[in-house]
């Protein structure tokens, strides 16, 4: 509900919106409209090294309107 309130804000204002998200809300946000612009693999340290690489997303919905 969150996801889609904020998007409808920002297309009343016909703003680009920008969001960062991990590897489990990428699906979230991919639904709402956002893609992704880059992406990073997050640095752990070696005691952790047996866990899954995680990743982190930036993510641009476009404007509703085009300039």
């Known amino acids: 509900m969150m996801t889609e309130w904020g998007t409808r ?32 693999a997050l640095e752990v340290p070696d005691k952790f090294s047996d866990r899954p690489v995680e990743r982190l997303f930036i993510m641009v919905r476009p404007r509703a309107r085009p300039e």
């Open 9 to 40: 804000m920002v297309d009343d204002m016909n703003a680009l919106c920008t969001v960062e998200a991990t590897t489990s809300a990428r699906w979230m946000y991919e639904k709402a409209g956002f893609v992704v612009e880059r992406h990073f």
